[in-house]
């Protein structure tokens, strides 16, 4: 018989820190947010995400958020709202990621991985997104009152 592969693991997730940058409209609403897609090199290299990566050791997630925006798209961030969390499992990895909502930062936005960075509304039209990305866009449509499909492929 062979393991069920949605069955979880007792694999100790690993902690990712990932950022929703949200854009205001001229009303204040929330509207549009960035996504990024992964880099050449990287599992799931092509698949679009939100920006973030792993916590280094004694790192809290807002100090990990800031320097993996810093290094991947040359802006500082301001500060960050916790949002939510997920645990993901991966055949190559599982992960807790945990969700920060930030509104307020500096800098130019440079692709410094050669990433490609959208700035995106819902329906997402940026594909393939990433499995981790599909709760957090039903998330924002749920914020949103957006009824329908999220994102395409
Ligand atoms: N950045 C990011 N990672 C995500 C998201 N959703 C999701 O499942 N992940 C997973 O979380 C992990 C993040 O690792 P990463 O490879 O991006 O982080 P990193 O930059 O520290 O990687 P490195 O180890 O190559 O330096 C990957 O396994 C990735 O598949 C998301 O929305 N954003």
Redesign the pocket.
């Given at each position: 018989m062979s393991a069920d592969p949605h069955a979880p693991t007792n694999r100790v997730p690993v902690d990712?820190a990932?950022g929703v940058l949200v854009r205001r409209d001229a009303e204040g609403h929330e509207a549009d947010f960035l996504l990024t897609s992964r880099p050449e090199g990287?599992?799931?290299a092509g698949y679009w995400?939100?920006?973030?990566?792993?916590l280094e050791a004694g790192e809290t997630v807002e100090q990990a958020l800031r320097r993996?925006l810093q290094e991947e798209l040359g802006i500082t961030i301001g500060g960050s709202q916790p949002w939510q969390e997920l645990v993901?499992e991966?055949p190559h990895?599982k992960?807790r990621?945990h969700f920060h909502k930030v509104f307020e930062w500096t800098g130019e936005f440079e692709m410094r991985e050669q990433q490609s960075m959208a700035w995106e509304r819902l329906p997402v039209s940026s594909m393939p997104v990433?499995?981790?990305?599909i709760p957090v866009l039903q998330w924002l449509a749920a914020e949103r009152g957006f009824a329908e499909v999220t994102h395409r492929g």
């Open positions: 990712v990932v990287k599992v799931y995400e939100f920006p973030g990566g792993k993996e993901m991966y990895a992960v990621l990433l499995p981790g990305t």
